[in-house]
Each structure stands twice: as C-alpha cells, then as structure tokens.
C-alpha cells in the first residue's frame, strides 16, 4: 500500500508542475473601434464585453476599445450601447501574444431590449449570504453553513458544525444523520473527494477530524442529481477546506477551555502509563518476548487529576497576479488541540421482560435465579477521556481566465485514550433488596454466587491518522464549434473540470486491555458443629469472564490496526447553450472511480486456565492494581479473524438543464454505477461465529464467511424548477439511489466497545438496499441575508439496514435486511436581518429551522411472528428507522451591538434540540422480550461574545452545553407503562477564553 501511494502522490505533484508550465503561456488582446451604423461615425461611451471571461471595456469618446492580457482562446463578444441595438461576434479567436482586430456596427432602436449576460458573481465563500446565494441557484436541494457562522456557534469541528444545518445530526459524535437517515445513507466528501476512513464501525468520514480553522463551509445537498455518488440517498455532505486568499493573510489564534466535569478534577479516569504525549504517537509492541508469562503495564484505572484543554492554530497564504494575468498563489495551515472530558454517573443497564404483561426485569447471564448461580448486568460507568488532535492544510494553485488548477494536501491525526470502569452493584441489591455487604450473615452474602458484585476495566487507546492529496483543474471557453439554429439553439464554449486524489486513513489500537472481576462480600460459614465451628470466609475477588469472552481468561490485550487507501478519478464536462428565449442551460456527461482497500489485524491475549486466581481484598480495593504483580501468564488467543477487503466503484452520467420559459426549467438525467465488495476472511483455529438465525455460535471455517458481492444499477433523475419571480424559487425531484453495506456489516467479527458492553457481529448475506426519493421545496429571500423555506420528503426503501438485537450465547446486536421502509417529513427555515423592519435593532439576525421525521421499516415475516409467540405476546409488524429522529430544531441569535454603542462587539446564542431517536430494534431469545431502544430527546445551548481590538487583534468567551442534559438511552414498548434506563451520563458545560490576530 505505501509503495502505492508513494507512486500516486508522486504522479499527482508530476501533473500538477507540468500542467502550470503548459498553462502559463503569453496573453494575447482584443482591440477595435465601434461605429454608429446608422450615421458611420465613432460611437462613444458603447460598452464591449468578453461572455466568457466576463470583462468589460467602454469605447473612447473616439469609438476605440481594448482588451489586454487576454489569454489565447476562442471568444464571444457583445457590443451594446442605451438605444442602440446590441450586436454579438462569436468565434474571435486571440492567439499568444498578437493583437485580434473586432469593429462592432451598432444601429439605433426606438426599444431598448433588455440584456442578460451570466456572470460569476464572487461574494466571501464563507459568508451566508454567499451561501444563500448557492442555495438559490443550486440545481439540487443546498442548505451550507459558512464559516462565520460556525465560529459564533463555537462549532469546534465539522461534526459539530453540521448540528446547525436544518434536518442534520451527528451520530456518536463523529458521523452525519441527513434528514433521519445515518451514514450509510450519506455521502461525506472533503473538497469532493470522499475519503476513506479506517473506522472498524462504518465506511463513514469521521467528520470531528476536520477543525473548524481549516472549514470555509459545509454545503449538504438533500436531492441527488446525476453528477453526484449513488449513495448519496439522504444527502452529500461536502466539506470544503479553506482555499487561497485575495490578499496576502497570516492568521493566528489560540484558546483555553474549562469543562465542569473534568478540567481540575482530582479523581479523573486514567492508567498508569495512560494519557497521549503531544504528538500523539506511542510505542506498544506484542510482548512475544513474554508469552506464556507475565507481560508488563497497566491492567486498570486510577484516579489522578483532569489534563487542561487548549487549541491553537496558524495559517497564512495570499496571491500574486503576474503583468500577464497569470495568478499563483497558497495557503497553509497547521492546527493542534487537546480535548478531555469524564462522567462519573453513568449507567449501562439490559434489562428484559420475562413474561407478558410483567414489568421489565435485569437480564442475567452464566446461569439463572433459579439455580442460585447467575449475574446481571446493572453497570454504573465511569469514563475518562484525553484526546490530542492536530494537522495541517497545504493548498497552491494557478489561475488564468480560463483555466485554474489546484494541488492540496492535507494531514490529521487524532490520538485518544480512553478509561472506563463499569460496576454492577446493583444487581445483588435487587434480588436482596436491603442487601448489606458488611453483614455476613445476610441472604445475600450466604447466596455468594448469585447476582455477585462485578467490576469491568476498560483500557483503550487508539490513534488515527487520514492523509489526502488532491489534484483538481477547470477549464472554461474550451475551442469547439458553434452547433444549432440561430435564435432555437446555439452552443458555448464547453467546461471541463477534472480530479485525481490519493487518500489513506490508518487506525492502530495498540494494547486495549479488559479485565473482569467479580466479589464476594464476607459469609459466614457454618461449619459443621462441633468438630468444627462455625467461621467467616473473607471478602475476596474472582475472576469474572462476560459471556461473549467466556472462553477467554478475565484479562485480555488486543492489538488491533486497520488500513484503507482510496485512488479516485473523476472528470466532468459541460456543455452550455442558449436556447430560443434567451435562457442559458446545459449538457453535462462525466466519470467516475473510487478504488478502496482495507486491511483489518487483530491479535489478542489473555490469561488462560487461570481461573483459580483470586484476591482477598475489600470491595473498595481494585485488583487490578495488584494482577500485574501476581503470576498470571498471557498466551495469544486464536479468536481473531483478520480480512482485507475491496470495494471498487465506477460510474458514469449524463444530465441536461433544459430551461423551457425565463421561469421554468427541468433538470434531469441518469447515473450508471457498478459496486464491487470482497472480503477474505483469516480466521484462528478456535473462531466462532453466529451465523444469521443460529440459535449458537459455530466453528467459523476459511471461506465460510467470505464475501464477494456485485452489483449494477441504473439511478435516474428529474427535477423541476419554476421561479415565478426572483427571490422565490419552487423545487421538485424524483430520484432512485442506493445504500451499501459496509466491511464491518459484513463480516463475523465480535466487536466490543469495552468489557461488559454491548456486542455486534456481522453478517456477511447482507444486501444492498435501494430507494425512490421524492422532494419539493419552496423557498423565499425578499432581501439580501433574508430566508423563509419549506421542504416536504419522502422516501420509499427496499431491503433497508436495520440493528437489531439477538440473545444466544450471550446479547448482541446484528444487521439484517428488513422488506421494506418508508421516511417522510418537513422541514421549517427561517432567517430574518430584524433592523429590515426596525432601525434600533441593525445587526441583530435571528434563525430558526425544524425538521419533523417520520419513519417506518416493515419486519420481515419470520422475525415479526417470534413476537407473536406465547410467551412473548408482543406483535409487531412494523416499527421507526434505527438511527431517525422525531423532530431536530435548530435556533440561532446573532447581534452586532454597534447600535448600543459597542463598536465591534458580537454577541451569538444557538439552541439545538434532537428529538427521540431508535438506536437498536426490539428482539427476543430463549423466549425473553427485549424491546426497542430510544435515545431520548435532548437540547444543547451554545453561547458567545466576540470583541475586537484595533485591526487585528480579537477576543472571545464561548459557554457550551449549558444546559447539561443527561443523553439517556432507554427501552420502550407498547405493552408497558414508561419508559426504562438503559444507558445515561452528562457532558458538562464548556467555557473557554480565545485570542486572535489577522495581519
């Protein structure tokens, strides 16, 4: 693999120079004299303009014009004067350095006609109303956030940037939810380019990667249109990095943050040996030297004080024009953050209904109540985690008239450790309700086996790197002939951009380490009277395997490290032309390719036949301070499976913008794309798995899990657009994509967050799914900054992806295809500037968007009627889309305080609400009910004050999560009352302090 990007990281820097020489060639002009026809003399002050370049010249009161530096290339010319009739040369052709003679003939009219000329109108990328500009001139459905905003938000990333976008979420913190549906419905992209990623859960950009000191915007497009990825069914989320600047820049800034659960604390969850250093890199190799003994290093957590939160970031760049109107200029940057956060008060429960119409009750695995050998599953859980990210921007480019090229690169790395410690106590309590372990003589201590206190240890540090180099080109007024009929249809000059990038994401998790304990408290023993009397056996730990891992020892270390390295080619071509009303559309053919592939390893250790240890301590104490000195062997584990996987994507496209009135125009084509998936699986000797339906796990042999998928589809398109007056525009479009499976989805891995968490395994007979998408938006801009929009969905979906849960050897959760699914819902944005309707209050914005989602997936008929069974009593034919919130708002204030006499202060206030979300669908084993899961309904509230000093230097307070919710996850069903906790903790409030210069 790195032998492969080498070659193409090289091949791109080759092109890149060598297409800058072929482009920096000598400029031509274009020069002449306009006439009065009617009277044969100069006429002055007549207007000459280049179409395609968008120049403007006014003859001299002689009737003489000129154009300088005009890069060689065929052109299009209009002369035009107030009364006079305009006049248009096409086909005049500059050569490198020579002067191109055009006189123009204008004779006098008694009405003007009225003139449209397309221009590029170029506004700050960044800015909204730029981006309010995109959004109504977009062919698809457009909603972006700029980069101002995003800083008044105190949005930190792109993750949390996308939060702000009407019908967007973020999922796990990292991957984005369009219009309720999940990653593998959207398109991630970086600059267009979608990149890899090394994530082991989903074949998703992890969107928290990209800084928002390296984000001009994130546009997300909700329709498909021919040009775009067939996967992009719920939308394309397209981040586009900063880009070279108009004027020389250095930019600086750093910042401070406090978090009111960490920063400070004394009793922070970490390791001995844990935390990231600066750079983020560490060296833990397999201890081979020492398998069959004692291995080094920390096997569980320890308290010690919370690390400080900082950012700081640098970039700087401009861009100088040459006498010829040659452009070159750059743009680099470097960014660098620390981030930790800790909860001390979470849970993690399962629970289950044991018999219809009873209320829910703990799972129990390793045995049941009714042998008096059991345990539960009730963990508090507490976490901390330190976080270390950083990279860097480079971006250079040339820029003629016609014609522009691009080479960027850019690097991130994120270095995380994370501790966990989960404890079930709970458990004894309640089968022993007013259970005291200090009294060895109560029910529950003299039952020592039954619903004994659990503590799991959690160590898992992890680095991620992704690197891109990206070569792109445009080219405008390309030579091609003139075809068509005057006044019917006439042709321009074509466009042509292209891109070729090169992209790796790599994830290495060296030496994650679980350790399970489990306690008993003292008993009395009652010997046996009167030889022997009666004594009490000490408190003491055991080891405490959970049952996923049950044919492991209570230790175990895994190495873990994924690759995934994508080439990618596209190349567009567009065809304009202009049409019998004067109206400009166009023809638009390209192709598309996307190589990716992925190398998963996985070596794990742990302490077998040690199951006679154990530890004579308190509850209080920790054994695992003391396992690390005691004799406990590690030997390698042959569980894992490795895999490499390909997925391989081509594409091609044809689309038209066919304007039929000034008001109304239909937009519409087709995408043709081939998906190839394989996977080799490698497993160890002693690899089970669970196939689909299997009651139990089997022996997993070579090849019996393997993949080797294709498909090929046909997605259509068609939109219509009507404006009826310039600032209101109505959209409607019927489009088909599709959804894929991704390499974790499809392979028979058992993968676990930490010891004692939930468990997903794949499926490798998972299908593609398929879906019509139906859209209409209205929207309305009466002035410059100003929104009013409504937008109706629907989409219809065969074979969606669903989670669902499954009991057999232990609780997991796997993907399956469900027949059917339906999503549908409305979307509510509105933007106001209020000094339009009252000059007091200038400057003051306020936003507001909502989106209402409604979804349904139809079970398929086996897996409905085990719900019909006797014993379960809980029908169910249909329920929501895993992952499908019920309602998002977003709500947004933003004051310049001018008007108060507070020169160049700001003030922001932004207020996200995600409604209930379904996170795991109901499922049921060994005849127990287990109903769905939903993450509860939550708000966040983000608040900031900026202030400027002089010309360069500003300041700014930001508070974030305000109101500190608790994120809970809980079970719920129809067939009881409420709801049950399944999972909670809090994120605390955030405060930081930031400074920056701009020169």
């Known amino acids: 693999m790195v032998k492969r990007r080498s070659y193409c990281c090289s091949s791109l820097f080759i092109l890149f120079f060598s297409t800058v020489s072929s482009m920096a060639e000598q400029a031509g002009g274009i020069r002449g004299m306009v006439y009065d026809k009617d009277f044969n003399a100069p006429l002055a002050a007549a207007q000459a303009l280049i179409t395609e370049t968008g120049d403007k010249v006014a003859a001299s009161d002689e009737g003489n014009y000129v154009f300088n530096q005009v890069p060689p290339g065929t052109y299009t010319l209009v002369f035009s004067k107030e009364g006079y009739t305009r006049q248009v040369n096409a086909n005049v052709v500059v050569s490198p350095g020579a002067m191109t003679e055009v006189d123009a003939w204008l004779s006098g009219e008694f009405v003007e006609m009225e003139e449209f000329i397309v221009q590029d109108v170029q506004i700050g990328a960044g800015s909204e109303a730029a981006l309010l500009e995109l959004r109504m001139e977009s062919p698809a459905l457009i909603d972006s956030i700029g980069s101002d905003l995003m ?3 105190g949005a930190s990333d792109a993750a949390g940037a996308l939060k702000l976008v009407a019908g967007a979420s973020v999922q796990d913190g990292k991957y984005a939810v369009i219009r309720g549906l999940p990653d593998r419905y959207v398109n991630s992209q970086m600059n267009g380019v979608r990149l890899p990623t090394a994530d082991t859960d989903k074949r998703a950009v992890q969107l928290d990667q990209f800084p928002a000191a390296a984000i001009e915007s994130i546009q997300v497009s909700k329709t498909f249109t021919p040009d775009q990825q067939g996967d992009a069914s719920g939308g394309a989320v397209n981040v586009i990095l900063k880009g070279i600047p108009e004027d020389m820049l250095l930019k600086l800034s750093s910042q401070f943050s406090y978090n009111t659960l960490a920063t400070g604390q004394n009793d922070f969850l970490t390791s001995k040996g844990g935390g990231v250093n600066f750079w983020g890199w560490k060296n833990r190799d397999i201890q081979y030297d020492h398998l069959g003994d004692n291995w080094e290093g920390a096997v569980g957590i320890l308290r010690d004080e919370a690390p400080w939160d900082s950012k700081w970031s640098l ?5 100088y024009i040459f006498e010829n109107g040659f452009k070159l200029g750059g743009l680099a940057s470097f960014f660098y953050e620390r981030d930790s956060s800790f909860f001390n008060d979470g ?20 045995g049941a109540p009714s042998q008096g050998d059991f345990k539960t599953q009730l963990f508090d859980v507490a976490q901390g985690s330190e976080e270390v990210k950083w990279g860097g921007l480079g971006v250079v480019g040339v820029e003629t008239d016609n014609h522009s090229l691009s080479l960027s690169t850019m690097y991130t790395r994120v270095a995380e450790d994370v501790a966990t410690r989960a404890e ?20 529950g201590n003299q039952e020592r086996d039954a619903a004994p206190y659990l503590r799991t240890e959690t160590l898992e540090y992890t680095e991620r790197d992704t690197y891109t180099i990206q070569l792109h080109g445009r080219h405008t007024n390309l030579p091609f002939p003139h075809i068509g009929v005057e006044n019917i249809l006439m042709s321009l000059p074509p466009e042509l951009d292209w891109g070729v990038s090169s992209s790796f994401a790599g994830l290495y998790q060296p030496d994650k380490r679980q350790f399970g304990s489990l306690w008993w408290a003292e008993s009395l023993n009652p010997g046996y009277p009167p030889s022997i009397p009666s004594f009490t056996d000490p408190a003491v730990f055991l080891p405490f395997k959970p049952a996923a891992n049950f044919t492991l020892g209570n230790l175990q270390r895994i190495w873990k490290e994924v690759s995934e390295e994508s080439i990618q080619y596209f190349l567009n071509i567009k065809f304009p032309y202009e049409q019998w009303s004067g109206e400009f559309g166009y023809l638009k053919f390209g192709v598309f390719a996307d190589e990716v592939d992925r190398e998963y390893n996985q070596d794990s250790f742990s302490n077998f036949n040690d199951n006679r240890a154990q530890y004579v301590a308190p509850w209080e104490d920790s054994w ?10 590690l030997t390698a584990a042959d569980i894992d499976v490795d895999y490499q996987g390909k997925q391989n994507i081509f594409a091609w496209y044809h689309m038209m913008d066919l304007p039929l009135t000034s008001s109304f125009k239909l937009i519409g084509g087709a995408r043709y794309e081939e998906t190839e998936i394989h996977i080799v699986n490698s497993p160890e000797k002693e ?7 299997a009651p139990g796990s089997i022996t997993l042999n070579p090849g019996d899990a393997d993949v080797s998928y294709s498909q090929r589809d046909a997605l259509p398109s068609i939109g219509a657009e009507f404006v009826p007056w310039k600032q209101m525009t109505l959209r409607a479009t019927f489009s088909q994509t599709i959804a894929r499976q991704t390499f974790k989805e499809l392979t028979p891995i058992q993968q676990q967050e930490f010891l004692g968490g939930d468990v997903f395994i794949g499926n490798p007979f998972l299908q593609m799914s398929a879906l019509n998408n139906y859209d209409f938006r209205f929207d309305y801009a009466p002035y410059d900054g100003a929104l009013v929009s409504l937008s109706y969905f629907y989409k219809d979906i065969t074979d969606p992806i669903e989670y669902v849960q499954r009991i057999a050897d232990f609780p997991y959760t796997t993907p399956v295809n469900y027949p059917e699914g339906e999503l549908s819902g409305y979307e509510f944005e509105i933007r106001q500037q209020i000094g339009q309707f009252w000059n007091p209050l200038e400057g003051l914005s306020l936003g507001a968007n909502a989106t209402f989602i409604d979804s349904q997936v139809k079970l398929p008929v086996e897996e409905a009627l085990q719900f019909d069974q ?43 609400v995600r409604g209930d979300t379904l996170i795991a669908g109901a499922g049921q084993s060994k005849g127990k009910y287990v109903p769905n899961v939903y993450e509860t309904e939550y708000g966040a509230l983000n608040l900031s004050i900026s202030q400027k000093f002089g010309d360069h230097w500003s300041m700014k307070f930001q508070a974030k999560n305000l109101t500190d919710p608790k994120i809970k996850t809980v079970y719920r069903s129809a067939y009881f009352d409420g709801n049950v906790t399944k999972t909670s903790y809090r994120k605390g409030m955030e405060f930081s302090i930031s400074i920056s210069a701009e020169f």
């Open 624 to 633: 695992s301070q003391a396992f690390p000195s005691e004799n406990h062997p």
């Open 687 to 693: 690899v089970t798995w669970i196939p689909p339906g």
């Open 424 to 443: 079930d106590t709970r458990g004894k309590e309640y089968y022993f309700p007013g259970y005291d372990p200090n009294d060895p003589t109560a029910p």
């Open 870 to 912: 006797p014993n379960i009593m809980a029908p169910m034919r249909t329920r929501d889309m895993t992952n499908a919130p019920d309602h998002l708002y977003n709500f947004f204030l933003t004051y310049d305080l001018d008007n108060l006499g507070l020169a160049d202060t700001q003030f922001a206030l932004f207020y996200t």
């Open 347 to 366: 849970i993690d429960d399962k629970y289950w209904v044991e018999k219809p119409g009873n209320p829910m009750t703990p799972q129990y695995i390793q």
């Open 315 to 319: 970039a700087g760049g401009g861009k």
């Open 151 to 153: 800083s008044q938000a």
